[in-house]
């Protein structure tokens, strides 16, 4: 059995799991996501713990069984703790500041960027050289910060642009011209 998809996800207080047909929808509060599952994999709610099971031990089944079972967690965790990226923004004038749902990215090309808040997620901006991107769709966070990242990838000879606070830049030596040749 696959041991991510054999694990039972205990359903914390106050979240709820509804599972009709092959459709899993986890709300709490006004926080809700919905997730269509494959017809094969069935999904039960027993004694607060939501359990998937698969028909067979295929290789295709094996496989469905850990996705849709970190899916739902997924979906678990997100209405009741939430998802978050945070990035930095280098560079000597790169900055953002936000306005009402956009977000104002200054990063030294003629113009400027304005990115919308996506329905569900929250781009904050407690300074102007750091974004936090948050919600409870793990999948829309993580696409979402990374269009960000993409405005201005970060340069590998002197480390400007926008990149992941985790992300750790090994900067390139530049050229290196022969003299008297």
Known sequence: ?????????????GVSVNVEESTVTVTKGAETLVQVVHPDMTVTVEAGEVIVKRPDDSNKHKALHGLTRSLINNMVVGVSNGFSKNLEINGVGFKATKQGTKVVFNLGYSHIIEVEEPKGITIDVPAPNRIVVKGADKQLVGETAAKIRSLRVPDPYHGKGIKYDFEHLKLKEGKTGAKGA
């Open 1 to 13: 059995m696959s041991r991510i998809g054999k694990m039972p996800i205990k359903i914390p207080e």
